[in-house]
């Protein structure tokens, strides 16, 4: 009959042929994914990462976890990015077209309700101003209570609806920071595209879309005061992410500027100097191009996951397929 052997903790006969070895790793890693996201969906973050760890050490069947090859750390001049064909201002400096174009627009087809509603009932000089008092009430209120939540929503939604560039450049961002994270050691614990969809599933205002991770680890260390070299390395990437695909795939990037403010905020919170945070991020920036341009066929499939709003395991199952070991 011949030796059984084990191999990734199945037992695998000798005469099966390498496809159907795969074949069984996918299967296995998929029901242990399946756990992590009963772990996750219940809120236990740390049991999740221990099982994403344990599969990564054991088993080996998550070998791209925290896996990514990265550039030295050193100061790089800006002249240096450029020759590696990256344009920091392009890239830092994102200013949302879209949803800027759709709240003119929105502003001005209410100034022009107003006007035209003014002349067809014919309102006084006195209803109009409790009317614009009014509008003015509730803009106030959005921003204090909700952080301009309300507003955005509604601009989000309807950018979603009409504008197919802005819908794909969202889904870009996204899983531009699920990717980073991932291939940096960082678990993903969800993720969403629109306003709407964080809405719904946080029930709350105040929350935006975007990808949320596992970072306990993280917020242990900054509570301590003492953030280490390699946590603030992986947060600078995975910060920095979304800007960096959103400028490799349509020159420049739209969306992101919560998440360089998010990142110069830490970086002034750690007493960092003007020259050594523009050495952190500059190295940031090209150590995230590096790792984003090895692995674009990795994040085009992930991004194809997110759309249909598969799982976190789902989506970390389809890195591992997507990348070769000797690639990482």
């Not at 077209?97 to 006084?124: D, K, P, Y």
């Not at 523009?278 to 997110?306: C, P, Y």
């Amino acid at each position: 009959m011949g030796l059984v052997v084990y191999h990734s903790g199945l037992l695998i006969h000798p005469r099966f042929k390498p496809s159907k070895i795969k074949a069984f790793e996918s299967v296995s890693r998929l029901q242990a994914l399946e756990r992590v996201d009963e772990e996750l969906t219940k809120g236990n973050e740390r049991a999740a990462l221990s099982i994403v760890k344990e599969l990564q050490g054991k088993s080996g069947a998550l070998r791209c976890f925290g896996a990514a090859r990265q550039v030295p750390q050193r100061l790089y001049s800006l002249d240096e990015l450029r020759l590696n064909g990256i344009d920091p201002s392009s890239l830092l400096s994102p200013v949302d077209t879209t949803l800027g174009s759709i709240e003119r627009n929105l502003q001005f087809t209410a100034l022009l309700g107003g006007l035209s509603a003014w002349v067809a009932f014919g309102f006084s000089q006195l209803q109009v101003l409790i009317f614009s008092v009014g509008l003015l009430f509730l803009w106030s209120v959005d921003l204090v209570s909700f952080n301009g939540g309300l507003g955005n929503l509604v601009l989000d939604t309807i950018a979603h609806t009409l504008s197919k560039k802005y819908h794909n450049r969202v889904i870009q961002h996204e899983a531009g920071h699920f990717l980073m994270a991932y291939l940096l050691g960082v678990l993903p614990r969800g993720y969403t595209l629109s306003s709407l969809e964080a809405l719904q599933k946080e029930g709350s205002l105040n929350v935006q879309a975007g990808t949320a991770f596992v970072d306990f680890e993280f917020l242990e260390e900054v509570n301590m005061g003492r953030v280490s070299s390699q946590m603030l390395n992986r947060f600078s990437c995975i910060a920095l992410a979304g800007v960096a695909t959103e400028y490799l795939s349509f020159g420049c990037a739209e969306g992101g500027l919560a998440d360089i403010n998010q990142l110069d905020g830490l970086l002034n919170g750690l007493g960092f100097t003007q020259k050594k945070a523009d050495s952190q991020v500059r190295w940031a920036v090209l150590n995230t191009i590096f790792i984003l341009r090895r692995h674009e066929g990795a994040r085009s499939k992930l991004a194809e996951a997110m759309t249909f709003g598969k799982s976190v395991g789902f989506c970390i199952d389809t890195i591992e397929e997507a990348i070769n070991v000797e690639d990482i």
